[in-house]
């Protein structure tokens, strides 16, 4: 059984979010690494490049496959996780936690209302 917090957003392609004060903290679910299995390097965007939904923003490879990593909402980013270039199994060992990917300073914040709550991302992955 995937965790899957409360308190978070969540796509149909498994990224989460935590949005607060205008920014998107986004990553990939724990539903998401355990299907990837053991990932080995993470690509992480520019800051400073803005992103519109559903666009590629990182891709994740694991022993197992290559994955894009989408904007959930459209914004900026303005900050990525470079602890992830030198340790990119923290995505599998703490992916809420210590494995989020970048930051977006949202564009539209009205885009939230259209990711999934955990109630309804838990009936999703089944």
């Known amino acids: 059984m995937s965790n899957i917090p409360n308190n978070l957003k969540y796509t149909d392609t498994h990224e989460w979010v935590l949005a607060e004060n205008g920014i998107a903290t986004v990553g990939i679910t724990d539903h998401a690494q355990s299907e990837l299995s053991d990932v080995v390097y993470v690509e992480l965007p520019a ?3 803005a992103f519109k939904a559903k666009e590629t923003v990182a891709v994740v490879e694991s022993v197992k496959a290559a994955s894009d ?6 914004g900026t980013v303005t900050e990525v996780n470079k602890n992830l270039s030198n340790d990119p199994g923290l995505v599998n060992r703490s992916p809420y936690e210590q494995a989020w990917m970048f930051k977006l300073k949202l ?3 009205g885009e939230l209302n259209s990711l999934r ?3 309804a991302y838990k009936s999703k992955i089944g």
């Open 47 to 49: 800051v400073g490049k």
């Open 69 to 74: 990593i989408y904007a959930p909402v459209s």
């Open 107 to 109: 564009s539209d914040a």
């Open 117 to 119: 709550d955990a109630g």
